[in-house]
């Protein structure tokens, strides 16, 4: 007697798709776009931080050139400050005669 030829049994092993492992495929499929969903807002935040750390550098280094002008600033503004800064630059009083002395060696 021929028995009934068992469609189910004769289909391949692999291809059969259970609800497990198709619910395991799908979530890691969905961590993997959520990670590289954070990758570019995570290089924003790394590059704003180096950009800050950069600005405060040079705030810094800022601050030493204004604390130095203003005390600059307050040596010319007392005494003969003014009139020996102009001196050194070559500048004479108007009341004053300038002489040119050349070929000295």
């Known amino acids: 007697m021929d028995r009934p030829v068992d469609v189910v049994s004769q ?39 180096e950009r800050a750390g950069e600005t405060r550098r040079q705030l810094h280094s800022l601050t030493i050139e204004q604390e130095r002008l203003k005390a600059q600033s307050r040596d010319l503004s007392r005494g003969n ?14 009341s004053e005669r300038s002489y ?6």
Request: with cysteine.
């Open 100 to 105: 040119v002395v050349e070929g000295v060696k």
């Open 11 to 49: 289909a391949p092993r692999g291809i059969t798709l259970r609800p497990d492992k198709l619910v395991r495929v799908f979530l890691g499929l969905c961590i993997l776009f959520s990670v590289w969903l954070a990758l570019s807002p995570l290089q924003d935040y790394l590059s704003a931080q």
């Open 81 to 94: 400050g003014l009139e020996e800064q102009a001196r050194r630059q070559g500048l004479i009083d108007p």
